[in-house]
């Protein structure tokens, strides 16, 4: 067996700092002498890679000689953030690199800030993913992140003239310092074609595909240390690269400006991460980019299968593949191809190995996101997946019908084809039919899918059902992002809480020790005022960092409601014009996030917002007591500055549209407190927290649907109440639009005349009125104080650790190496 390299015997900071001025020269190219921040920010991550690939090399060796079996988390969408200062936390290296950049003349935090962050997600699911692998490391779960290398992340947003305006994200521009590209170890993924049926020698009806187009995948590896455990994991993204046919169609056709436009084509395929926009529907390229991931990373995971050489129904007992969403759904119609076609297996042997090798989680209810695929586009695209498909529903619906002898209409509701006007291919009911598991990602998600979304198969496979309520890292969302506070922490209760973070209970005794007190709350006013530093920096505003720092951070969206919040900022605005005196509490409102950019209401409302932020914030009469800040181009580099700084933490979906929600957790778990509706994980947080130290309002969900049910009439709200139509008045009048005055007609008419389909007018008052109380609340100090560090203390089971673990257990059946 071949022996690593030894780390050298010298101090850790000193052999960082020769490997760091080693990488300025040799790797890099440039005079030691004098390097600039970003040269000293580039050498140090490839340090810190060279001390990663050591250990992953000693881990994947451990999984192989352990005969492990494999977790393979497969998603469209990863959001890591930046790598720095995670992985000198991982690797306990901290202090050694502030020690080494001293030395060199730099300090840690200035060349942290060099680095831009990989924007390889939209928000929620592909930050989860991060998360999630964060904590399969620490776990020390024999884990792979598969995933897609795109060119371009998630746009960059700016705000320009109160509009946004998106900017290409070109990531990979300074090169790439903490990945290994494998240019010689590459995959084809084959489509379009035609499947050619035949007979072979044993009399077999086979199936092949022909006039097959090939495009190459690409690994691109980046590894995931474990919390202080030696333990790595990787993350692989694939690249699209041409095929070599490229290179021989030079001599052979002559055309050589073609065989150049072809290799463009190909490798568009990883160009660019898909907003998540209403509809992807009919966009060829996203359906390629999925079965792009797909392809690549079951022939992978089939190699490394294979090296072990045992027979195909130990597949699932050696590995496990896990869908996050339906994006990669097409993996189960992949395998299925693979063993039938390829491997000859009969289609019930292929089909027993399927089902107990996939499990589904789900991230949202709304209608709108349900992936759908026309038929027409998949059978042009992956015509043998489409066949084997139809196979797969033949069967099932056979059946079902069995089952359901008495309930013809089940049929249609469950198929995999939507037969309508037009043909589509449901990916959900492909991923809950070709699946041993399917998850919400909180309590209260499960039950709705359950109730209703998925209700049918709930009653076909009721044993496939289950919660995995979402988590997060306390790596990143507390130690990394709250230092301080993660510091008062540490100090008195020790360490243990970074991988065991119910022990956060031990913080309560100190609720009452004045001390404890007075130094949480120096911490975090200490974090508000950086950030109303950065604030004066990025928007030229100044904020009071004692006021109340209201924050909504998050994508942009109807149904997350950041109109319900600028509807009760324009209403306190109004109150102080009128009643001078009857606002007492200085407030700070923040908010970030990205609209799509094809989602005309959502563009349209973070204009709203801008134009009332300058209204007020240039309004004498209302001086310190009201600001309005938008904060552009809202990512994980911005949260981790905001979150920490936050007193009150914005949760105000329509009750049942927030699958969990995982900003409401890094909130609390900093000590802010939530206003939130009854939806998603916010539920949850409030049984953990107390009903006395959060901020619940407005309808439940059940109302909700009660409500809409019954006819909903947003107008009686609007009539009834003189506060609303005061400020309802003031938007469609034109009053933050001066020079166009029906700029935000839109707005309002979406609530008064076209339904307010997301409840913001039945939910009004009670959001005002909770508003009202967390302001009274702030007005205690000492009181908020209690609340801030119960709920820190208290956030214990929202750890992703806590919900990986409960992954591994309960679906996959692995455990740590
Ligand atoms: C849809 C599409 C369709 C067009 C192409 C790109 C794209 C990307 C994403 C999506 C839907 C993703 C659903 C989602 O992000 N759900 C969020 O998942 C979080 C993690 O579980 C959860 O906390 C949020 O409540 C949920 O909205």
């Not at 970074?498 to 031990?506: G, I």
């Not at 839109?746 to 409840?759: A, I, P, T």
Request: proline share 4%.
């Amino acid at each position: 067996k071949s022996r690593l390299p030894e780390a050298p015997a010298t101090r850790p900071a000193e052999s960082l700092k020769q490997d760091i001025l080693r990488h300025v020269l040799y790797s890099l190219g440039r005079d030691t002498e004098r390097p600039d921040r970003q040269t000293v920010f580039r050498a140090l991550a490839l340090s810190l890679r060279d001390r990663l690939v050591e250990k992953w090399i000693a881990s994947q060796r451990d999984i192989y000689s352990r005969s492990s079996k494999r977790v393979y988390y497969l998603s469209l969408e990863f959001l890591p953030g930046p790598f720095l200062r995670e992985n000198l936390i991982a690797l306990g290296l901290e202090n050694e690199a502030r020690e080494a950049l001293t030395d060199m003349g730099f300090g840690l935090d200035d060349v942290a800030d060099e680095e831009y962050e990989p924007g390889l997600g939209n928000g929620g699911l592909g930050r989860l993913a991060s998360c999630y692998l964060d904590s399969m490391a620490t776990l020390r779960l024999p884990a792979y992140g598969y995933g897609i290398h795109y060119a371009y992340g998630i746009f960059y947003q700016l705000i320009k003239e109160g509009r946004q305006v998106e900017r290409a994200d070109n990531w990979l521009r300074g090169g790439t310092h903490w990945e290994f590209e494998r240019s010689h170890y590459v995959h084809p993924v084959r489509f379009y074609g035609q499947v050619r049926e035949w007979v072979d020698e044993q009399g077999r009806l086979r199936h092949s595909l022909e006039n097959a187009t090939t495009v190459m995948a690409m690994a691109c590896d980046m590894f995931i240390p474990g919390h202080k455990n030696d333990y790595v994991l990787n993350m692989r993204l694939w690249a699209a690269k041409t095929s070599r046919e490229f290179e021989f169609s030079f001599f052979n056709t002559g055309d050589y400006i073609g065989a150049v436009e072809e290799k463009i084509r190909d490798e568009n395929i990883s160009m660019v991460l898909y907003p998540n926009d209403e509809a992807p529907e009919g966009k060829e390229l996203r359906l390629k980019q999925q079965f792009f991931l797909v392809s690549a990373t079951i022939q992978d995971i089939v190699r490394r299968f294979r090296k072990k050489g045992i027979a195909w129904d130990q597949l699932p007992r050696k590995n496990v593949i896990h869908l996050n969403e339906t994006h990669p759904a097409v993996a189960i119609p992949e395998l299925m191809r693979i063993l039938v076609d390829e491997e000859l297996l009969t289609w019930e042997e292929a089909w027993y190995i399927c089902v107990r090798t996939f499990a589904y989680t789900n991230h949202t209810v709304l209608p709108e996101a349900l992936e759908v695929w026309p038929e027409d586009l998949f059978r042009r695209l992956l015509p043998r997946h489409l066949q084997i498909i139809h196979e797969i529903n033949r069967r099932f619906l056979h059946d079902v019908r069995r089952q359901f002898p008495n309930d013809p209409n089940i049929l249609g509701r469950v198929s995999l084809v939507h037969e309508g006007e037009s043909r589509w291919v449901r990916m959900s009911h492909l991923a809950i039919v070709g699946s041993f598991s399917v998850n919400g990602v909180s309590a209260h998600h499960s039950e709705i899918l359950k109730e209703s979304v998925f209700h049918d198969f709930y009653k076909i496979f009721p044993e496939r059902f289950n919660n995995k309520t979402n988590g997060i890292t306390p790596r990143r969302w507390l130690r990394q992002c709250n230092p301080t506070l993660a510091w008062l922490i540490t100090e008195h209760i020790g360490p243990e809480w970074l991988t065991d973070l119910a022990q956060l209970k031990k913080l309560e005794p100190y609720v009452n020790s004045e001390g404890f007190h007075r130094a949480w709350m120096e911490v975090r006013l200490r974090n508000k005022h950086k950030l109303a530093e950065y604030i004066r920096d990025k928007n030229g505003i100044t904020v009071m960092p004692e006021s109340l720092f209201d924050v909504h951070v998050k994508r942009f969206h109807e149904y997350k409601r950041q109109l319900l919040n600028v509807l009760h900022v324009i209403a306190l605005y109004n109150r102080i014009r009128s009643s001078p005196g009857s606002v007492t509490v200085p407030r700070t409102y923040i908010f970030g996030g990205k609209a799509a950019p094809g989602y005309y209401m959502a563009k349209h409302i973070i204009r709203l917002i801008n134009s009332v932020a300058y209204t007020i914030n240039t309004d004498p009469r209302v001086g310190d007591l009201l600001k309005v800040v938008f904060l552009q181009n809202y990512c994980v580099t911005l949260a981790e500055r905001i979150i920490p700084a936050t007193d009150l933490s914005e949760q105000i979906s329509t009750a049942g549209m927030e699958a969990s929600g995982t900003g409401n957790m890094k909130f609390a778990l900093n000590g802010a407190i939530t206003i939130g509706t009854h939806d998603g994980a916010n539920i949850e947080i409030m049984e953990h927290v107390g009903n006395e130290n959060l901020f619940l309002f407005g309808l439940l969900s059940h109302e909700v649907n009660e409500m809409r049910s019954q006819g909903y009439n947003p107008r009686l709200f609007y009539e009834r109440d003189s506060e609303l139509r005061e400020v309802l008045d003031m938007i469609a009048g034109g009053f933050f639009s001066p020079s166009e005055p029906h700029l935000f007609r839109d707005v309002v008419e979406s609530l008064l005349n076209h339904g307010d389909r997301y409840m913001v007018l039945a939910d009004f008052r009670s959001y005002v009125y909770r508003q009202q109380d967390a302001a009274n609340a702030f007005m205690d100090q000492a009181a908020w104080a209690r609340m801030s560090m119960l709920n820190t203390s208290r956030m214990g089971f929202f750890s992703s650790d806590r919900a990986v673990d409960e992954y591994a257990k309960d679906i996959w059946g692995v455990s740590g190496v």
